[in-house]
């Protein structure tokens, strides 16, 4: 499967904003997909998940913040950022996995999308 992240920009702190990543070769009802984000000098992190039955799982830092969601044709995952923080400034990446267990590790994730820059200003 390809991925293909959009939607990130620049929003002030309070905003929001909604990252779409669109998958092609097969739909995402066959996978656990997941956003990461990667901030300069740190390392890849996990931010949220939906596994193949829809299942959504977060990282702590979301803090009900963020939504993850899928769209009726199985092809588009969305994530939904509300009540952004000059610290989720990073890129965020899009991923699917073939694993039916829900993960945050990095490396379960084979497939990547290109990143799409997310920048919060205070």
């Known amino acids: 499967v390809q991925l293909q992240a959009s939607g990130g920009g620049p929003v002030q702190a309070g905003g929001s904003l909604r990252l779409s990543c669109l998958a092609s070769g097969r739909t995402f009802s066959s996978y656990t997909t997941g956003w990461f984000r990667q901030a300069p000098g740190k390392e890849r992190e996990f931010v949220a998940g939906?596994?193949?039955?829809?299942?959504?799982y977060y990282a702590e830092f979301v803090e009900g913040r963020f939504t993850i969601s899928r769209a009726g044709a199985k092809n588009t995952v969305y994530l939904q950022m509300n009540s952004l923080k000059p610290e989720d400034t990073a890129l965020y990446y899009c991923a699917s996995s073939e694993s039916i267990v829900r993960t945050t590790i990095p490396a379960d994730f084979g497939s990547w999308g290109q990143g799409t820059q997310v920048t919060i200003s205070s």
């Open positions: 939906i596994g193949y039955n829809g299942v959504t």
